[in-house]
């Protein structure tokens, strides 16, 4: 059985940093690609943050220079560092664990949410 565990938002001011933690399971963690996405009412899912099996990052334009994705494989964990936070990153935070190449697979976490608010 296959578990995402995301861990780590809540309420934080403008400018505040939080680490969001998503702990996996039921896979080999080691050979997955995995990413954060967020997403907030009435908008599609959009990826963040990606990190490859060999630990190669993605950031998208919006979060570059704030967010950092990091993994952890002796802990089956990939993390998101967000720094500088804006109103505009509060969102749903999800964790997303792939594997492109046989045997494929997609998986997602639950969700947290982190709001940025005064």
């Known amino acids: 059985q296959v578990q995402l565990v995301e861990s780590g938002g809540g309420l934080v001011q403008p400018g505040g940093s939080l680490r969001l933690s998503c702990a996996a399971s039921?896979?080999?963690?080691?050979?997955?690609?995995m990413d954060w996405y967020r997403q907030t009412p009435g908008k599609e899912r959009e990826l963040v943050a990606g990190?490859?099996?060999?630990?190669?990052?993605t950031i998208v334009d919006s979060v570059k220079g704030r967010f950092t994705i990091s993994r952890d494989n002796a802990k089956n964990t990939v993390y998101l560092q967000m720094n500088s936070l804006k109103p505009e990153d509060t969102a749903v935070y999800y964790c997303?664990?792939?594997?492109?190449?046989?045997?494929?697979?997609?998986?997602w976490g639950q969700g947290t949410q982190v709001t940025v608010s005064s």
């Open positions: 039921g896979i080999i963690f080691s050979g997955a690609a």
């Open positions: 990190i490859s099996n060999i630990g190669t990052t």
């Open positions: 997303n664990a792939r594997r492109p190449t046989t045997p494929r697979y997609d998986y």
